[in-house]
């Protein structure tokens, strides 16, 4: 079982292009979440999705977009990059959407706006 | 508002000494709380986790926590440090019922020959 899944694994965009970083998991967990994580600020959430077709707001929301395909994927869009997005991404699920589920990491994606 | 506080930002040691990675929070009602380990270019993976019961937790890896109630605490420890555990630690909240995990801001553990 691959786990949690995260792709592109580097990215360089200038200012004002879009991406959208992809997501998947196999641990059949119903909740999943976005984090970005930048140098002395720990982990902020950006969004998250209890279940398929539902999500939230979480901590730094703006300039995001999200979107639950399914189930097991989970996506994150940039529609018109700005340096304060350079960071190093993190997608997580849970089982289920209570405090104290463990969460489970993928391997992150580290973008770069120019 | 919740919010979590680790005392220092960088922590060298010698292997094979005692550490101990320092967590305060603040909250007003009740809360689980978790360490967290992100090895150098890695995802985090959960070390330990407090919900409720004995304030002595253990986790992976021989490192324990305790849940101090009064002092708004849950420090982390390991007696004997190897260098293998080289890494970034986060403490992370979460008040009770909450589905919102709320990360300190880590701290680098650097185990040296």
């Known amino acids: 079982n691959a786990g949690v899944t995260q792709t592109p694994k580097f990215q360089v965009l200038k200012t004002g292009q879009s991406m959208t970083l992809q997501c998947a998991q196999d641990?059949?967990?119903?909740?999943m979440y976005w984090y970005r994580q930048d140098p002395g600020m720990g982990l902020r959430l950006i969004y998250y999705?209890?279940?398929?077709?539902?999500?939230d707001k979480g901590e730094v929301p703006n300039g995001y977009n999200v979107s639950r395909l399914n189930k097991r994927e989970f996506s994150l869009r940039l529609e018109s990059a700005a340096p304060s997005q350079t960071s190093v991404y993190f997608c997580?699920?849970?089982?289920?959407?209570?405090?104290?589920?463990?969460?489970?990491f993928g391997p992150g994606t580290r973008l770069t706006v120019l | 508002a919740q919010s979590v506080t680790q005392l220092d930002s960088q922590v060298p040691v010698f292997e094979e000494a005692p550490v101990e990675l320092r967590c305060n929070y603040s909250?007003?009602?009740?809360?689980?709380l978790f360490w967290y380990v992100q090895y150098p270019n890695q995802g985090l993976q959960l070390l330990l986790k407090?919900?409720?019961?004995?304030?002595l937790v253990k986790g992976i890896n021989g490192f324990e926590a305790e849940f101090n109630k009064s002092q708004t605490s849950f420090h982390l420890r390991k007696p004997s440090v190897h260098i293998s555990d080289t890494a970034e630690y986060f403490c992370?909240?979460?008040?009770?019922?909450?589905?919102?995990?709320?990360f300190g801001k880590g701290t680098k553990l650097t185990v040296n020959p």
């Open positions: 997580a699920t849970s089982a289920d959407l209570i405090a104290y589920n463990e969460q489970f």
């Open positions: 641990m059949n967990h119903n909740s």
């Open positions: 999705s209890a279940s398929e077709g539902t999500t």
């Open positions: 909250s007003s009602v009740s809360v689980y």
């Open positions: 407090y919900l409720s019961g004995s304030t």
């Open positions: 992370a909240v979460s008040e009770g019922g909450s589905e919102k995990l709320v």
